[in-house]
């Protein structure tokens, strides 16, 4: 659509009440705001339009009927000298349908198309004192609205970042933290155990998300979690910050322990020594951050079983299984370094896990032999199930598929029990025609009568 055309007309003497008043330079409205864009950053031509629609809303209060006679009531503030028109404006149309809003063609004149903006000046020669008293709050009240827009997109786009603050007060168990422009707000749930922090007192938190509300924006931030960790990492250890070292998974206990897996496809960088740093002191400055916390640093492999090697750390690891379709990792570990693997009520193994997204078993050496033999024997016998199962559907007539006998466990109990049984004895012919038909209902869902031939 074409942008609509403004032309201004100046209003009759007789067209009603209402006397168009000279406008008046207003120098020092324009250095007011000035000011205010400077001291505030506030922008100029935002004050400018909050000003113009402050005016528009003292108009229509204190000049209604002029309002409703003219048509729309416009304010128009000169950006160079600060002087201010009001003009009633309407709507060049082809037919009016309401008069008040709209004028036609033949009234405008023949310098208007439709679609153009028809203005009359109608402003008031006592405007000035009655603008000011009115429009006072609602420019106030615009003026805060954009410095509460502009503190919103400050911290909006700092959200994934960490930024320090004074603890505030705490109500509920929250932690509210002043930020300087804005206020956080610590959750109880993102708060870490055993941390405690008194009024006055600085810190260091995670900007997870921002909010608008009627007092002004707040900041939700959080001190567990794991993101927490890897800023510190970019901020200490220089490599992680310019990329050279990647940190590619984090799981975390907030307060207690983390484990951090790092990368870096530069040969001569060690990514795991970058990040301790000389006699561990980049690691130790992090931990001291985070009031103690434990920190493991591993190394990312792309390989799951060495991964979870690594990640099982500071235990060591004999061997790892990997069972893709329950996808379980086990792995097999030394007796004395059992309980170091598993880690405080399972805390290594737990963190080891979710590092990995495997599911993790810990076996010793014994327990492994143990498994793997009992494993033989189960593997055995499922063959020796399947032979029996393949014999009685043949004998029923019936085709046995490997998701029947996968997924049927009563059909695979009647087999067993079957194998125990002397197959000269006439109950194994009973039997077996009841597994047979047992199978056929599993094939077709169709019931089997009588012994099988």
């Avoid at 930024?163 to 932690?175: A, D, F, K, P, W």
Wanted: aromatic residues 4%; negative net charge; proline residues 4%.
């Amino acid at each position: 659509m074409a942008p609509r055309k403004t032309l201004k007309k100046a209003a009759a003497g007789g067209n009603g009440s209402t006397v168009a008043a000279p406008a008046t330079a207003n120098p020092e409205l324009i250095a007011a705001l000035q000011d205010l864009e400077r001291d505030r950053g506030l922008s100029f031509e935002v004050l400018i339009e909050a000003l113009e629609a402050a005016l528009v809303s003292a108009y229509k209060r204190n000049f209604a009927r002029e309002a409703e006679t003219h048509g729309n009531p416009v304010v128009i503030i000169d950006r160079n000298d600060g002087s201010y028109r009001v003009f009633a404006r309407r709507s060049v149309v082809d037919e009016v349908a309401d008069p008040s809003i709209e004028i036609s063609l033949a009234d405008a004149g023949p310098q208007y198309k439709a679609s153009d903006n028809f203005d009359i000046e109608v402003t008031p020669k006592e405007f000035g004192r009655i603008a000011a008293q009115t429009a006072k709050q609602v420019i106030v009240q615009r003026i805060r609205e954009a410095e509460r827009d502009m503190i919103f997109d400050e911290y909006n786009d700092r959200i994934d970042n960490l930024i320090s603050g004074t603890v505030l007060r705490y109500e509920q168990r929250n932690m509210f933290i002043d930020l300087g422009k804005a206020e956080a707000i610590l959750p109880l749930s993102e708060q870490v155990p055993h941390e405690s922090y008194r009024i006055g007192t600085r810190v260091r938190v995670y900007v997870m998300e921002a909010r608008r509300t009627n007092k002004g924006p707040q900041i939700v931030v959080s001190r567990a979690h794991p993101n927490v960790v890897r800023r510190l990492f970019e901020t200490e250890i220089p490599e992680v910050a310019q990329g050279l070292v990647e940190i590619k998974d984090i799981s975390r206990e907030p307060g207690s322990r983390s484990k951090v897996s790092v990368y870096t496809e530069e040969e001569d960088i060690d990514a795991v020594g970058a990040c301790l740093g000389p006699r561990s002191s980049r690691i130790n400055n992090i931990s001291d951050e985070l009031h103690g916390e434990k920190i493991d640093v591993i190394q990312w492999a792309a390989d799951p079983a060495t991964y979870v090697v690594n990640a099982l750390q500071p235990a060591k690891v004999i061997q790892v299984h990997l069972n893709e379709r329950q996808h379980l990792a086990e792995a097999v570990v030394p007796d004395y370094q059992l309980s170091l693997a598993i880690g405080k009520e399972g805390q290594n193994v737990r963190l080891a896990a979710r590092l990995t997204g495997w599911r993790i078993d810990i076996h010793n050496e014994e327990r492994w032999v143990e498994l793997q033999s009992q494993r033989v024997d189960e593997a055995k016998e499922e063959e020796e199930v399947a032979a029996m199962a393949e014999v009685a559907a043949q004998e029923a007539g019936v085709e046995l598929t490997p998701e029947m006998l996968a997924e049927d466990e009563a059909l695979i109990r009647r087999l067993q029990e079957l194998q125990r049984v002397d197959e000269g004895g006439e109950e194994v012919e009973g039997d077996t025609a009841e597994a047979a038909a047992a199978t056929g209902d599993a094939a077709d869902g169709s019931e089997k009568s009588g012994p099988a031939e």
